[in-house]
Every structure is written in structure tokens, then in C-alpha cells.
């Protein structure tokens, strides 16, 4: 009996043993790039730092967690498939497009206050005034706009919408555009629905792209002449109007630009795991310490880079919209 005893003590010590073995060490962090990558890093540091402390409060004592900044959307979305990615910030568009065969699952949504500026329509936004937000009226969603800069097709284009005169699909074509990653939700996929709903069309048709790389970067090229026209989130002039001060010398980007284009709303982006990492246990309480952070001011500040004021629990089915916004795209 003795040495069956100390056989079955040596078996609950040596499962124990690997038990622990098996849980992780470090947890791995993505965001996409779009904003600089570095600006990126240097805001999100501090969430190393909340995010171990606030898991460890909900059973799970990781040694590390990593952030890193994926190179394109489409590099994140990858890194969640394989899952050499936890976690990841996904837009909507992205998270549809890397979601559909199960490796990857959504947890939280963001919110953020709602916009001064809401109208479907272009020309209500084009009074000069700056979009504003307000944090008392937090949305799930958010719009895509295209805005028109300084050269000629673009003034052109501003004073047929500023007039009320429809745009056409040869007025949009002629132009050069300034797109961003493929999977973009604001910056490539609700443009696209746009033009397919309006004109058949979809950004795959148009024969003059720019890929600046990013929203700061768009709006640089903008401003710069490099393209007529940019795909942009509906704030993005907010937070990138520095950047159009400085290639204009200190004109103003609410001055200088205008909406020719606003399309439906768009799902907030996605916090979302790997299901080849996360188990069911631990995307549960990876919401819960996300949702517990960002109700922290040191929390709220962290993800003020990406204009997220909260998180409300989602699940996949409410990314419908955004993957059939993905088969216009892909011509299904």
C-alpha cells in the first residue's frame, strides 16, 4: 500500500508539474500600424505594466507581456491565425477577413464618443468647423470619410458636392486616391461598399492609388498634391491636422479640406485572441482586464492613441456586416 501510495504521489506531482509547465509565460500584444509605430509603442508601454497586474488579480500570473506593432494589418491578422499572437487590436474589416475559419474570435469592441459631425450626408460636414467628439455619448461605431484636398480635381470634386451636384463615377476615376491596407475598414472597405452601391464599383477599379502606409501619411501625401482625394476614419483630420499645418505652412485642415463622402457606420475596431492560444477561461478574463483598465485615467490615457474611451463585450456575429462589406470587396 506504501508504494502504491507513493506512486500516486509521484504521478499528481509529476501532472502538477506539467500542468504548470503548460501555462504561459508571456503573453504577446499586437497593434496595427495604423498610426507611427513608434508613437504606437511609446503610448502602449505602460499597459505592459496594467495589463500582467490586472490579469494577476483574475488568476493568471504571466511573466511577460510583449507588445509589438505589426508591419500591415494584414502581418497582425497572420500573426493571430498562427498564433504567434495572443491578442489583437483588429479593425473590424481585418478581424472579418482573418476570423472565418475559426482561429481567431473577438472579445470586446470599443466605444468612443460620438462625433459633432454625423450626418450620411458630405455637405453637412464641410462648414469649416473642427469635428469634435463628445465622451458623454459613447457609439459603437464609427463612419469613413473620403476628403478632398488642394489640387484642382480636388477642389473640383468639393465644389460639385458643396454645390449638391451628384458626383459621378468618372469624376471619382479620374482622380488619384490615397487608400490604405486593403483590410482597412475606413481606409479601403467602406469606400469600396460605397462605390459598389452607388456605382458598381469598388477601389480595386480605380486606376490611380496611392498606399501612403498610414493615416498621418495619407494626409501628408494630401496635403503635399500627392493624391486628390484620401479614405479616412471620420476623426482622422483631428488627429492628424498637425501634419497638414506643417506640409501647408500652418494652414489649417478644416479650412483646406472637404468631405465628398461619408459612408454608413462602421463597427468599432476589435479587441481579439488567437483561439490557437486563448482558451475560452482566458479570453474571459483578457475582457474583463481590459474593460477594468480602461476605466482607470492611467488606462484611458494608454488607449487615447486609438480614440478608444471603452470597451462593451461583442460577439462574431456582430462582424456580419463587415464580412459581407469583405465579399463586395473580393467581387462575390
Given amino acids: 500500500m506504501k508504494k502504491v501510495?507513493?506512486?500516486?504521489?509521484?504521478?499528481?506531482?509529476?501532472?502538477?508539474l506539467a500542468a504548470c509547465a503548460s501555462e504561459p509565460e508571456t503573453l504577446t500584444v499586437y497593434f496595427v500600424p495604423s498610426r507611427d509605430a513608434a508613437e504606437i509603442l511609446e503610448a502602449t508601454e505602460p499597459l505592459k505594466a496594467l495589463l500582467q497586474a490586472e490579469l494577476a488579480e483574475l488568476g493568471y500570473d504571466f511573466d511577460e507581456i510583449v507588445i509589438e506593432v505589426g508591419t500591415t494589418y494584414e502581418a497582425v491578422g497572420e500573426s493571430m491565425v498562427s498564433g504567434s499572437a495572443d491578442v489583437g487590436f483588429l479593425p473590424g474589416g481585418t478581424y472579418a477577413l482573418y476570423s472565418g475559419d475559426g482561429e481567431v474570435d473577438v472579445i470586446l469592441a470599443s466605444t468612443r464618443g460620438g462625433l459633432s459631425k454625423d450626418s450620411p450626408n458630405a455637405i453637412d460636414w464641410n462648414d469649416g468647423?473642427?469635428?469634435?467628439?463628445?465622451?458623454?455619448?459613447?457609439?459603437?461605431?464609427?463612419?469613413?470619410?473620403?476628403?478632398?484636398?488642394?489640387?484642382?480635381?480636388?477642389?473640383?470634386?468639393?465644389?460639385?458636392?458643396?454645390?449638391?451636384?451628384?458626383?459621378?463615377?468618372?469624376?471619382?476615376?479620374?482622380?488619384?486616391?490615397?487608400?490604405?491596407?486593403?483590410?482597412?475598414?475606413?481606409?479601403?472597405?467602406?469606400?469600396?461598399?460605397?462605390?459598389?452601391?452607388?456605382?458598381?464599383?469598388?477601389?480595386?477599379?480605380?486606376?490611380?492609388?496611392?498606399?501612403?502606409?498610414?493615416?498621418?501619411?495619407?494626409?501628408?501625401?494630401?496635403?503635399a498634391g500627392n493624391c486628390d482625394l484620401s479614405t479616412l476614419y471620420a476623426d482622422?483630420?483631428?488627429?492628424?491636422?498637425?501634419?497638414?499645418?506643417?506640409?501647408?505652412?500652418?494652414?489649417?485642415?478644416?479650412?483646406?479640406?472637404?468631405?465628398?463622402?461619408?459612408?454608413?457606420?462602421?463597427?468599432?475596431?476589435?479587441?481579439?485572441?488567437?483561439?490557437?492560444?486563448?482558451?475560452?477561461?482566458?479570453k474571459d478574463a483578457l475582457a474583463q482586464a481590459f474593460i477594468n483598465i480602461i476605466g482607470t485615467p492611467e488606462g484611458l490615457e494608454v488607449f487615447s492613441i486609438y480614440n478608444h474611451e471603452g470597451y462593451q463585450r461583442v460577439s462574431d456575429s456582430d462582424y456580419e456586416g463587415a464580412r459581407t462589406a469583405q465579399e463586395i470587396l473580393a467581387g462575390n
Fill in 5 to 16: 501510495f507513493l506512486m500516486l504521489s509521484a504521478l499528481v506531482l509529476s501532472l502538477s
Fill in 129 to 223: 468647423q473642427e469635428t469634435t467628439s463628445n465622451p458623454d455619448a459613447q457609439v459603437t461605431y464609427y463612419r469613413s470619410i473620403v476628403i478632398a484636398g488642394q489640387s484642382e480635381i480636388g477642389r473640383s470634386l468639393a465644389a460639385k458636392v458643396n454645390a449638391g451636384t451628384p458626383l459621378t463615377w468618372e469624376d471619382l476615376s479620374a482622380a488619384t486616391w490615397c487608400l490604405q491596407s486593403p483590410t482597412s475598414s475606413a481606409g479601403t472597405i467602406y469606400p469600396s461598399v460605397y462605390l459598389f452601391n452607388n456605382f458598381g464599383k469598388t477601389a480595386t477599379d480605380l486606376a490611380n492609388v496611392v498606399r501612403p502606409g498610414g493615416y498621418g501619411p495619407s494626409i501628408a501625401a494630401l496635403a
Fill in 236 to 282: 482622422a483630420r483631428r488627429d492628424h491636422g498637425g501634419l497638414w499645418s506643417e506640409t501647408r505652412n500652418g494652414a489649417s485642415i478644416w479650412d483646406e479640406t472637404d468631405v465628398i463622402i461619408v459612408t454608413d457606420g462602421i463597427f468599432n475596431d476589435t479587441i481579439s485572441v488567437s483561439n490557437v492560444t486563448v482558451d475560452a477561461d482566458l
